[in-house]
Structure formats: structure tokens, C-alpha cells
């Protein structure tokens, strides 16, 4: 199998449980991500909404968020520091410019200031190593090229070319919003048709996007290895590194989200591995993974996960 050896930060939770952590359990779960090999973290988003991850002064002026209790940018990279990981940041979704409205440009602008905005702040950190460009999406969906071009851009001009991820996901059977009560739907992309979205999508970003990591839990287990062969023909064709988001959560209950049966998740990962991925990360430790995690599942699927590493 492929080891997972990144792991995405859930804050802001937006359909997940809040595990209500402070500092001192983060730091016990960022030496259980070491202990199973991670060595990067992704925070998957500094702020949803008006709820946000540190005291941005953009945030809260520009959308109202709520001022924080805690700044989380600031301990998860000091943490990933002691622990010897390397995180990327997340960027803002404002879960409605974009997505509900459709202006893109809004989105691209409020973005841009967040990003000054947080290299000014965590640039000095040796930890901090790259950005994730947080709108997902499995289509080429409005101005979705251009949001990533001028987001891309903007984190490179100003790190000094750090890399940029994104994580998309693939319109299939299962890919259904957590508040829908069905489990799969009739009308998916095929593969070919993915292609083609990609292949266009790729050509477009390739100076700007540096690492693509497609979430895995959205096809049937049966569909893995012919979208991880063509994910990773098309990343190659535009130079880009092919990861997979190994997603261990299950979409297959009727309850959401619980940990995923590890026979499920050691197939992705199987699948993965012949598919000849760069590197595999999951969505997301913390709760479906950690031993210290509000679901006993997770425990043991962190013993079963151990005992397959060894």
C-alpha cells in the first residue's frame, strides 16, 4: 500500500464534528501523526464563513468574522516545528462568493489580502511550506481556472515560489453534499468526460499549481484504479505532482461521517500504490484516525493502520 504521509487540519470544521481541542491535545496529535509517519499537515482552510482560524484583521473587517479565541495558524506551526512536519496553509472560502453567487472575482479579492495578510504574519516560519487553494471543486466550474491562477500566482510571488495544492474532487456516484440523505446518485461523470475537464483544467493552471491530490471516496472501489491511472497520465502531462487524498471517513453509511472500515481504506490505498501515485494524504487524522479522537472507531482503525505499516 501507498503509506499515508500527509494528513489535512479540519479548521474551520464545516461538516465534521468539533473535537473542541486546545494546545495541549494538538500536541499530542501531532506527535501521533509523527509516530505513523506524517510529515505534512495541511490546514484545509483558515476560515469558512465568519468563523476563522486566526485574529485576521482582513477577515473581520472585510466579512464580519468572529475574532477567535485562539490563533491555531500560530500553534499549528509551532507545533509542526517541534514535531519536524511541514504544513501548507489553507486559504479563506468565503462558502458564498464563489460558490453560491458565482463571483469568482470577489472571492480572488478577499483571498489576495488574506494571503499578504498571513505572510506577513507566519512567513518567518521554517515549518510554513506551502498553500492550498481551498476551493474544491470536480469540474471546470465558472472562472474556477482563473481563481486559481491569481491565487497561485500571488502565493508564489510572495513566498518565493513555495508550492501550491489543490484538492479536487471527482463528480461520481457518491459525490453528494453531506446534508443529502442518499448515498449515491444516477447521474456521475464518466471517464472520459473527467478527462477532458482535467486535461483542460491542467493547461490552464499548470505555471501555478504545482501538486494535485483528488479525493478518492467519490467513485466506486471498483472505478479507483482507471481514475488514478488517467488522474496520474494527466498530471504528469503538465508536470504536476500526483497525490491521492485518501479519505477515511466512510460515504457508504447512512450516518455522516464515521471512520472508514480499514479494508476499504487499505483497497484506496493498494490502488494508489499500483497506480504509482507521488504520495498519499488523508482527510483527515485528527477524527477518523487518532487514537485520542472522539470516535472509538478511530482508535482501532489506527491499530489496524500500525499493524499493516509494519
Not at 62 to 71: H, K, V
Not at 141 to 168: E, F, M, N, R
Not at 190 to 215: M, P, R, T, Y
Not at 227 to 249: H, I, M
Request: aromatic share 12%.
Amino acid at each position: 500500500m501507498l503509506p499515508i504521509t500527509g494528513t489535512f487540519l479540519d479548521e474551520i470544521s464545516h461538516d465534521i464534528p468539533h473535537q473542541n481541542w486546545g494546545a495541549k491535545e494538538w500536541d499530542q496529535d501531532f506527535a501521533l501523526m509523527k509516530q505513523m509517519g506524517i510529515n505534512t499537515v495541511i490546514l484545509i482552510r483558515c476560515g469558512h464563513k465568519r468563523w476563522i482560524t486566526y485574529p485576521s484583521e482582513v477577515l473581520m473587517q472585510l466579512e464580519g468574522a468572529y475574532r477567535p479565541p485562539i490563533d491555531l495558524v500560530e500553534l499549528f506551526l509551532t507545533l509542526a516545528e517541534k514535531h519536524g512536519l511541514q504544513l501548507f496553509f489553507g486559504l479563506y472560502d468565503s462558502g458564498k462568493y464563489w460558490w453560491e453567487q458565482g463571483d469568482f472575482a470577489k472571492e480572488v479579492d478577499i483571498n489576495l489580502k488574506v494571503i499578504e495578510e498571513v505572510w506577513r504574519r507566519y512567513g518567518h516560519h521554517k515549518a510554513f511550506k506551502g498553500w492550498y487553494l481551498c476551493q474544491e471543486v470536480s469540474r471546470k466550474t465558472g472562472a474556477i481556472i482563473d481563481l486559481y491562477v491569481q491565487l497561485g500566482q500571488h502565493c508564489k510571488d510572495l513566498s518565493g515560489g513555495l508550492p501550491t495544492l489543490i484538492s479536487p474532487y471527482i463528480d461520481g456516484q457518491k459525490a453528494l453534499l453531506s446534508s443529502q440523505a442518499s448515498l449515491t446518485k444516477t447521474e456521475a461523470i464518466g471517464l472520459k468526460q473527467h478527462e477532458e475537464d482535467w486535461n483542460e483544467i491542467f493547461d490552464g493552471i499548470q505555471s501555478v499549481v504545482d501538486i494535485v491530490a483528488f479525493q478518492d471516496g467519490h467513485v466506486g472501489y471498483d472505478e479507483l484504479a482507471d481514475y488514478f491511472t488517467v488522474n496520474k497520465q494527466l498530471a504528469d502531462r503538465y508536470g504536476l505532482q500526483c497525490w491521492t487524498n485518501a479519505e477515511s471517513f466512510d460515504r457508504d453509511m447512512p450516518i455522516k461521517f464515521l471512520p472508514i472500515k480499514f479494508e476499504k481504506l487499505l483497497l484506496k490505498l493498494e490502488a494508489a500504490q499500483a497506480a504509482g501515485l507521488d504520495k498519499a494524504i488523508t482527510f483527515e487524522f485528527s477524527h477518523f484516525m487518532s487514537p485520542q479522537s472522539a470516535y472509538p472507531q478511530a482508535h482501532h482503525l489506527f491499530n489496524r493502520y500500525m499493524e499493516q505499516l509494519k
